[in-house]
């Protein structure tokens, strides 16, 4: 078996692939990816015979995550250091495990990797997962990044041909709360969004099913992902993040999947 073909199999999960982590935080409000009766759970600290309120991680998570948004925006790095004094402040123990964790949502959620830079000691800089240039596109750096958005797309194709039903492309996006006709506080509309968007910057192709009437639709690969990146970087880096996302986030998964059977 090639080492594409297990990518695709591993990818293949049964149920809901993206399933509860991504549907909790890419339904996007991150401050939120727990439900209320989560909120007097604890997470294990760094500090020593403390244990953390889950509600003071997800505000200290979402902090951190808004500090380091801006710093990509502006193209700048940071350190240890300017995240403790600007951020942390008197929760400075916990910097551990609040780090960590942001990482692991700006990769979910954003796309967007914070990597160390070398030799300097606990600098980081943040860039787009696999090389995308899809944020860099937005006029003047303005609005959020998308990034994560367009690598899960990409791989929803792969997964159901290339060229994938249109309908099975917003099937999946409306289960983890990004619906065609609503206005998402991240992604905006996404049928402007993969329909126009990412059209007209060559991400993505969308195309009438030929001889299909009544007129059916689709999504392909577009010219510039096959240039940016490629199917095996694509499914490895989901599946990547999605093993990293529900070792970090093993209450809000289970949570998730509470709400999702009262909902049944």
């Not at 998570?61 to 940071?78: D, G, S, W």
């Not at 700006?106 to 800089?125: A, S």
């Not at 969004?193 to 910057?201: A, C, D, F, I, N």
Request: glycine share 8%; aromatic share 8%; net charge negative.
């Amino acid at each position: 078996m090639s080492e594409l073909s297990k990518l695709e199999e591993d990818l293949q999960d049964p149920g809901e692939a993206q399933g509860p982590v991504e549907v909790q935080l890419l339904g996007a409000e991150v401050g939120k990816a727990a439900s209320p009766s989560a909120s007097s759970s604890t997470v294990s600290s760094s500090a020593p015979g403390e244990a953390l309120p889950l509600q003071a991680l997800k505000e200290m998570i979402t902090n951190l995550m808004n500090f380091l948004l801006l710093k990509y925006r502006a193209k700048e790095l940071t350190s240890q250091a300017e995240m403790l004094k600007k951020v942390l402040k008197d929760n400075q123990e916990h910097f551990p495990v609040v780090f960590r964790l942001a990482l692991e949502c700006l990769q979910l959620v954003f796309g967007v990797e914070v990597r160390g830079v070398y030799p300097r000691k606990d600098t980081y800089g943040m860039i787009p997962a696999l090389g995308l240039t899809c944020d860099a596109m937005q006029s003047n750096g303005r609005g959020l990044p998308k990034t994560g958005l367009l690598v899960l797309v990409l791989s929803l194709i792969m997964r159901n041909g290339d060229p994938a039903p249109e309908e099975v492309v917003w099937g999946a996006l409306s289960r983890m709360g990004v619906c065609v006709g609503r206005e998402h506080s991240i992604f905006g509309e996404p049928r402007e969004l993969l329909t126009q968007v990412w059209v007209r910057e060559g991400y993505l192709e969308y195309r009438q099913v030929p001889d299909s009437d009544p007129a059916h639709y689709e999504f392909l690969w577009g010219p510039r992902a096959y240039v940016e990146t490629s199917k095996q970087q694509v499914m490895a880096f989901v599946l990547r993040v999605r093993q990293r996302a529900w070792r970090a986030f093993p209450l809000q998964s289970t949570e998730a999947v509470k709400e999702k059977d009262k909902e049944a």
